[in-house]
């Protein structure tokens, strides 16, 4: 794949060491038949978004992957019902523009041309803990969310919209393409210490 190098090299600007890709893995996902959407800035690869598309159906919890590993890794199935975002990687230089939208809109307006019904994406939630020196993300810890989370975990009950998205990263989510909170996954990606293994899924209903 001529394109691979690219890839590696927008891996390493964006994510902290734990949280790359390898070589190895991107390749398993393409062969897997996954999708990677890329947005380009002048002569760079400003950001990437890479998906899945699955005959699941994300509203039974039962059949959702438990861990991260298993969300990037599903085969595509038809017919498609969902779209399972699981990186969308933006170059910290361009953190605060247009990129992240346009990858995100390009995907539902994907989603829309098969026919699907919901995208999917596992959001990070580093208010939990807070970023560390090596995360471009550079958030900071939000006890309140915090609670919030393991309050979350604890019970199965979704809090309010408002304290979900005082995590920066899932506002940006919501904002986006206007998303529902479905579940909280714990140590669902072990490695992200600032978000303390937790991802919590969002949904995007195409039918409404």
Excluded at 16 to 21: S, T
Excluded at 54 to 79: M, Y
Excluded at 144 to 173: M, Q, S
Aim: aromatic share 10%.
């Amino acid at each position: 794949m001529s394109d691979l190098p690219l890839l590696m090299e927008l891996e390493a600007a964006a994510w902290a060491g734990p949280l790359q890709a390898s070589e190895a893995t991107i390749r398993g996902r393409l062969a897997l038949g996954h999708t990677m959407f890329g947005a380009i800035a002048g002569d760079v690869l400003a950001g990437t978004l890479c998906f899945t598309e699955t005959s699941q159906d994300p509203l039974v919890r039962a059949d959702f992957p438990t861990n991260f590993d298993a969300f990037a890794s599903l085969p595509r199935s038809e017919p498609v019902h969902a779209l399972y975002a699981y990186n969308l990687c933006v170059r910290p230089s361009h953190r605060g523009g247009n990129t992240a939208i346009r990858l995100l809109k390009e995907m539902e307006r994907h989603g829309r041309r098969l026919g699907a019904r919901w995208l999917i994406g596992d959001g990070r939630c580093a208010a939990y803990a807070g970023s560390s020196g090596d995360d471009p993300d550079k958030v900071k810890a939000d006890p309140r969310f915090r609670a919030t989370i393991d309050r979350w975990n604890e019970t199965g009950t979704p809090p309010p919209l408002e304290e979900i998205i005082r995590d920066p990263l899932l506002r940006l989510h919501y904002r986006v393409y206007n998303c529902e909170f479905l579940y909280v996954m714990p140590d669902f990606f072990p490695q992200d210490a600032a978000s303390g293994g937790f991802r919590v899924i969002s949904a995007k209903d195409l039918r409404r």
